[in-house]
């Protein structure tokens, strides 16, 4: 059989079984054309029929071949970051991380990986727009020695949700009406009527209508990771931490108005085009860390909550640290094969990196492989731009499925103790890095409090300036005017009021409605409502307040004494917060 399926085997003289990379590089100066099992053919346009004026012949094989895989050239779209654009590069570490991690691509200077990176809209279809007002996805495979680790982020910190079940039912909102099939751009209704109930989105919502909203191009955005993950040292301790890769470009932003100026395809072609120039656009890697001790402290101080993709760490108290640089340096040269058909998954993980409690993260690690495996198929990692690049072999028991490549030729698919395979020994304590949990199975829904307005605040009077402000407001007024029912806006507009009442004074003069005084006498469908003015507004519509209330007191925040004593007294790392000399105490210091 190995003369089948291999080149090594051939015979003299026989052809040879080509790789991935040769058919990748092979210009079409030195191929044969063919149908697909390989007959070479003397013109592609040619057809069997009776005659020359009769019926096609169905023996015409070279045409049914053609047609039937025509038919069938479309995977099924993301459902959200459909439209995207991506490249390849290197990592390289510039500045160590190993007094807080024991991954190995962080272990010391000059250390690289080769990447794949994906930039994308999320809510439009794969032909969609590239300047729509919209986050963009910002995902990179890490193609490390000791595996693959996906960062799944976004140009944005925060996002409109902190629940996961709500997922689904936001990305509705943010597609098509079923019944008009109209978008948001002509009908914002079922857009503005999800915001108005789930307030909590406030923060993304202020980003999203500002300058941020439209970034010019993929090479002039920052990326964050928004979710809380944990860093494990080689004393097995840990740190929270959140990921951060700031363009070295700086960032660029366009203008509603501008945006009607632009290609459709303004982001695919800038990055295209710059890589082909040589003008290789690069990101600086940071992460910022915090202590378990610091997480309960900043709850209890702040209302500031580490599992909470709404809030933000204060980079002040909470310093950025420098650990690499990626730079994209190769266009793909089949969009389709290394850009559509890569995958990323925020459960891949290497040694040293583990998830936290964020609930929303911890939906993603099941919901991104498992779309996965129904657009892609179930060996989607097999895929050459999906694969590993490991020195060892890799090895498991998952076989078959469709278009199984790899499927480990004649090793035993079970653990076999006649053809053991190897392990390597444990290198992080599970039940020390993720110990911390032990309680009785409850509901949670969170509830709106008075803190998830204190960054939004800070958005509207101390970042945005008045040339900032008109246009957030014009942004605002002008995708309202196509909602379709008033008391949606009048329910937005009191939001926006817990935000600055200057901020909903001015949307009320540019859209001519008067929202309410605030949210305290109002109701959520999605969200229970801690700032209510008594009981009958606080919990969310459609639940009572008698039997299983799943609004609690810490709103899912680690509150006081949530962390087991040994996180506490060992923080988790033997140097400092920002890059230099290690404090004396071993702990992160500021």
Not at 36 to 51: D, I, K, L
Not at 270 to 276: G, M, P, S, T, V
Not at 459 to 470: I, P, R, S
């Amino acid at each position: 059989m190995s003369t089948q399926t291999s080149e090594s085997g051939n015979p003299a003289g026989a052809g040879v079984f080509r790789s991935y990379e040769d058919d990748r590089n092979a210009p079409s100066q030195e191929v044969l054309y063919t149908t697909s099992n390989g007959v070479p053919m003397p013109h592609p346009y040619e057809t069997q029929r009776v005659g020359t004026n009769g019926p096609l012949l169905l023996q015409d094989f070279h045409l049914i071949d053609l047609l039937s895989h025509f038919d069938r050239e479309r995977i099924p779209e993301r459902v959200v970051h459909a439209k995207g654009s991506g490249a390849h590069g290197t990592f390289r570490c510039t500045k160590p991380l190993d007094d807080l991690c024991i991954a190995d691509i962080f272990s010391k200077e000059g250390k690289e990986c080769p990447i794949t990176v994906r930039f994308s809209t999320v809510g439009g279809e794969s032909g969609s727009h590239d300047c729509a007002r919209d986050p963009r996805g910002f995902s990179v495979k890490f193609r490390t020695e000791e595996g693959n680790w996906d960062m799944v982020a976004n140009n944005t910190p925060v996002f409109f949700l902190r629940d996961p079940a709500k997922f689904p039912h936001f990305i509705h909102t943010q597609k098509r009406d079923p019944a008009t099939h109209l978008g948001s751009a002509d009908d914002s209704t079922m857009f503005w009527d999800y915001l108005s109930q789930n307030p909590e989105a406030i923060h993304q919502v202020m980003i999203l209508m500002g300058d941020r909203g439209i970034p010019d191009g993929y090479r002039f955005m920052h990326g964050y990771s928004g979710h809380t993950m944990k860093l494990v040292n080689k004393n097995g301790d840990w740190v929270y931490a959140q990921f951060h890769m700031k363009s070295n470009q700086g960032t660029k932003f366009i203008t509603q108005q501008d945006s009607a100026t632009k290609s459709p395809d303004h982001a695919q072609k800038d990055l295209y085009q710059a890589i082909e120039r040589k003008e290789y656009p690069s990101w600086k890697c940071c992460f910022q860390t915090m202590t378990a001790k610091e997480a309960e402290e900043l709850w209890e101080k702040q209302k500031i909550n580490v599992f909470d993709l709404t809030h933000i760490w204060p980079q002040k108290q909470f310093p950025l640290r420098e650990v690499g640089v990626f730079e994209l340096n190769e266009n793909a040269k089949n969009y389709f094969a290394e850009i559509e058909q890569v995958t990323f998954n925020p459960a891949h993980m290497v040694p040293g990196l583990e998830p936290s409690a964020d609930p929303v993260l911890q939906s993603r690690l099941f919901s991104y492989p498992d779309t996965h495996r129904h657009r892609v198929g179930v060996n989607y990692q097999q895929l050459p731009v999906n694969s590993t690049r490991t020195k060892y072999r890799v090895a498991n028991f998952q076989r078959d499925g469709n278009m199984a490549f790899y499927n480990q030729g004649s090793r035993p698919n079970y653990l076999s103790s006649i053809e053991p395979i190897s392990f390597r020994n444990r290198s992080v304590d599970l039940d020390k890095v993720h110990g911390e949990f032990t309680s009785n199975a409850v509901t949670f829904l969170s509830e709106i409090r008075p803190e998830d307005f204190n960054a939004p605040r800070t958005l509207w009077e101390k970042v945005f300036d008045e040339d900032a402000k008109q246009r957030f407001i014009s942004n605002v007024s002008g995708h309202m005017s196509t909602c379709r029912h008033e008391e949606i806006l009048k329910r937005q507009i009191a939001i926006f009021r817990e935000v600055s009442d200057d901020l909903a004074t001015r949307l009320e003069k540019a859209t001519g409605i008067k929202g309410y005084d605030g949210i305290a006498n109002m109701r959520f469908n999605g969200t229970h409502n801690g700032m209510a003015s008594s009981e009958k507004f606080k919990v969310a519509n459609g639940m009572s307040a008698k039997v299983g209330l799943s609004a609690q007191p810490n709103n899912g925040a680690p509150s006081k004494g949530f962390h087991p004593q040994e996180s506490i007294e060992n923080p988790g790392t033997n140097g400092t917060r920002v890059n230099g000399a290690a404090t004396s105490n071993g702990v992160n210091g500021h």
